[in-house]
């Protein structure tokens, strides 16, 4: 974007999440270049209305029914806030006339509608809801080509690839390897897990996310999502996507090359970074919502090889990945229902990975050729996860 250029204006669907609230800082610091125009949530309408009227935002979207009517009848909005609800309102705000990009930063599948609809509408998306691409990766891409859109990844693996692939070939990419911190449970001792609480998952060492995402980074589904993410956004093999521990949370990928090379993107666990990189696409600008590495101080960087007896979710995502087809959206529908459980204190840890592997090895798996068959696995395979005995 030259310095002369109007401002790219922004859809936030997420606003009230950890990656939402990360995104206004950039907003705020970036106001000569990035405009908000809509905001989404699932209910938080006191914190939307903040938001709202900090950013004079005219358009919001509430999923929740009674949520958006609470909304409607606080007199909390700016006069003439447009206020709309339900799957049909985040659809509406996703294909928005005056937006230019929709970041998608919704927990869990919700925001798959918006997102195609976003496409369609020729927006373009940047995508940090990793579990869209993990349900019906075959199907944004296929919109994201039709329209020609530019996908950009949030995440800030993707986003560290997507840096390191700039005026490179994929053709030319042997592999990546995504880093992973380890979460909560990297040194705890094995036999200790089955008694792990929420409170101690939700010790992440390095991130500060929403609960889910930190409960999948303390049992490396998230990881396993995000090699699926990856294989999905920068068309590779299954065989072609690993990941390798890396306490620091520094460097984000490696890209390896087939002549050996490897390239990588350093910068601090902050998601302001990548969130800033792919708002800002393809220019670049200083960062002023955290601080860069310190080169002044001595610091080390070390990997080791994933374990995947500590961590099941990562071989069972990884099993998935291989099996191709729905195979993916089963593991995701049944992570999430795990997940779900375990947060609302209704099923150990340990629960995670075995309602997983049973829900992998119950429904049936099949190559989709629709998007309505994708859903309909992921229904089922909800609904298998819900009824196993945790
Ligand atoms: P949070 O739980 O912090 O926030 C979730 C956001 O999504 C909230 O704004 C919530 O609204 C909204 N939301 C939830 N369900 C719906 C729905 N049905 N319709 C509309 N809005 C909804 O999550 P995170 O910000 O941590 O994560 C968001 C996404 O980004 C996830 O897919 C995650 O995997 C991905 N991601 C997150 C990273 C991070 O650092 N946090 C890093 C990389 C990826 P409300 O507040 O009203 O409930
Ligand atoms: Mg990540």
């Known amino acids: ?107 869990g599948t919700a925001g798959l509608a918006p997102a195609l609809a976003a496409l369609a509408a020729k927006k373009d998306l940047a995508l940090a809801s990793k579990e869209l691409l993990v349900l019906a990766g075959k199907f944004v891409m296929a919109a994201a080509r039709a329209s020609g859109s530019r996908l950009l990844p949030v995440d800030s693996e993707h986003n560290a690839v997507f840096q390191c692939l700039e005026g490179h070939r994929t053709s030319d990419v042997r592999r990546i390897v995504l880093t992973a911190s380890g979460g909560a449970f990297r040194d705890w001792p094995l036999e200790k897990l089955a008694h792990a609480t929420v409170a101690d998952a939700l010790k992440h060492p390095n991130w500060a996310m929403g609960p889910k995402i930190t409960v999948d980074s303390a049992t490396l589904a998230n990881k396993g999502l995000e090699l699926i993410e990856a294989q999905w956004l920068f068309g590779l093999r299954a065989g072609q996507c690993d990941a390798v521990l890396h306490t620091q949370s520094i460097v984000h990928c490696l890209v390896e090359f087939t002549d050996g090379s490897l390239l990588t993107q350093l910068c601090p666990p902050s998601m302001t970074f990548p969130i800033q990189h792919a708002l800002l696409h393809p220019a670049r600008a200083p960062q002023p919502t955290a601080a860069a590495l310190d080169l002044g101080q001595a610091f080390a960087l070390d990997f080791r090889p994933v374990d995947e007896l500590r961590y099941p979710c990562l071989r069972l995502a990884k099993e998935s990945m291989r099996a191709g087809g729905t195979a993916p959206a089963v593991f995701n529908a049944a992570n999430e229902v795990a997940v779900a459980a375990f947060l609302a204190g209704r099923a150990p840890f340990l629960a995670i990975p075995r309602t997983i592997e049973h829900t992998l090895a119950t429904v049936k798996l099949t190559d989709p050729s629709t998007l309505d068959q994708v859903l309909a696995v992921d229904a089922e395979a909800r609904r298998v996860a819900q009824h196993f005995p945790a």
């Open 1 to 107: 974007m030259a310095e002369s250029s109007p401002k790219r204006r922004v859809v936030l669907l997420g606003a009230t999440g950890s990656i939402g609230e990360s995104t206004l800082r950039v907003v705020a610091a970036h106001a000569d270049r990035l405009e908000l125009v809509g905001l989404a949530a699932q209910s938080n309408h006191a914190r939307l209305a903040e938001i709202a009227r900090q950013f004079n935002v005219r358009h919001v979207a509430i999923h929740d029914a009674a949520a958006c009517a609470a909304a409607r009848s606080s007199g909390a909005f700016p006069a003439g806030t447009q206020i709309s609800g339900g799957l049909d309102g985040l659809t509406e705000l996703a294909t928005l006339p005056e937006a230019d990009i929709v970041l998608v930063a919704v927990v």
